[in-house]
């Protein structure tokens, strides 16, 4: 199964990367199995995969930078302002990279991704070229006036997603 994992790079990116480790590893995450017998012609039809079935799950950590509207591109600004954002661009691609390492030490296939761009338009094309069955989303809990007046990422993504979105609370 192919997993794309959205983090925000909060304290609350490792409830996601728990629940992302918990499906690939089929101990019963939410969804996991039924997921596993709709995918898999060789379910059995109880909700389980056969035992000697390997798993090959993926899972791709994912980071959306969205872009600054003040920052227009490489040419613009002072070399200083450049710097600045660059490094905050490596600071956030390191991140990534840690959360994908430690799927990676628990023997999970990892990758981290920094991907750039309006978050769930972003997320859903990066789901799609990545051809993932389940898209891994956090939920702050802010509450309907805080969505309606700012948005949220997990709503849009549940929203306009194909493929199956697991969302994890993060109170």
Do not use: N
Not at 5 to 11: G, N, T, W
Not at 37 to 47: E, I, K, L, M, V
Not at 57 to 73: A, M, T
Not at 111 to 140: D, F, N
């Amino acid at each position: 199964m192919t997993i794309l994992v959205a983090v925000d790079l909060s304290e609350a990116s490792h409830k996601l990367l728990d629940a992302a480790r918990r499906v690939a590893r089929r101990e019963g995450g939410v969804g996991a199995e039924e997921l596993r017998s709709r995918r898999s012609p060789q379910g059995t039809g109880d909700g389980r995969c056969p035992a000697s079935e390997p798993d090959g799950s993926k899972v791709y950590v994912v980071h959306v930078v969205e872009p600054d509207p003040e920052f227009v591109g490489w040419g613009a600004g002072p070399g200083v302002v450049r710097d600045q954002v660059a490094e905050g661009f490596r600071r956030e691609r390191h991140a990534v990279e840690e959360l994908a390492a430690a799927l990676r030490a628990d023997g999970i296939e990892a990758h981290g991704l920094t991907i750039q761009g309006p978050t769930v338009a972003a997320l859903l094309q990066e789901a799609e070229r990545l051809a993932a069955e389940l898209i891994v989303v956090g939920s702050h809990g802010h509450g309907v006036a805080y969505d309606l007046a700012v948005g949220s990422t997990s709503s849009g993504v549940i929203r306009k997603s194909v493929v199956p979105v697991l969302v994890v609370p993060f109170r």
